[in-house]
């Protein structure tokens, strides 16, 4: 039987509230929202510990935790009165159905960049990164990909069509990305130095670097280009965020993770995902606080932008 690509958006059972406490709204790409956040509960790529399926309802619910300061430290204003920021639920695909997953989250991605809005994506494994890329393409051409992660997910992939660790290999394949504007952050396992297409600050560099070193860095790369922002939950240091499939230790600490990310302003940042967080090897929602931390950091990024 056909699977079902149909775009549908559901929340998880028991999860009755959005990110940050946002309105629901299924159909958040017709309405007059600046940014939409999409959930996207799948994990069927890992190739390590499962459980990012359950990512999307972690972030919402340590995301409560977020909501009782009127204006997030430090900036000097209220996001929400510069942005109209609404939650569509979870993307639904046939469950098993990794073909009909890429379909449907493409779909959905796409109606969103096309109504003219941003979009923030809580996975989920980090394979999700390519439908959504495909989908930002479509509209902004080539991106510049600013890509934080303890691995460079650059592997080709010729084992499984479906691999977490693939997206950055496809994505220049598909002229998806501009490898000449991307550059990665964070990477502290082996890959290929000789072919590595990508500009790379690695771990033990970007914890000896000043945050303001890094973002130099990056701004110089980037450049004026569409930039897409993809956070892999395992760029932060196990001690920062232990839940999550792949944990390498010697990563950033959330301090230097949302540093950096403050100084991307005027960047034309059109998405961001936040990806691999899996709450069974959470403690306390360490990782899930940290994600929902740094997707409201993005969206400051974006009122910042808004307000000049």
Known sequence: MASDTTIRCTTLVGNSFGYLGLPLDADAAASDADLVVMGIPYDLATSGRAGARHGPQGIRQASANLRWETRRWPWRFNAFERLKVLDSGDVAFTTGESKAMLVTVEKAATAVFSSGKRLLSLGGDHFVTLPLLRAAQQVH??????HFDAHTDTESSERSRYDHGS?????????LIDTGRSIQVGIRTEYDYAQHPF???????ANDQSADEIVATIRERVGSQPAYLSFDIDCLDPAYA???GTPVVG????????????????INLVAMDIMEVAPCYDHAEITSLAAATLGLEFIYLLAANAGR
């Open 242 to 244: 232990p839940g999550t």
């Open 141 to 146: 051409g080539p991106l510049a990909l600013i």
């Open 167 to 175: 997206m950055f290999y496809h994505a220049p394949q598909e002229d």
């Open 251 to 266: 990563g950033l600490s959330t301090d230097r993770a949302l540093k950096i990310l403050r100084g991307l302003q005027d």
């Open 199 to 205: 500009s790379v600050i690695d771990a033990a560099t």
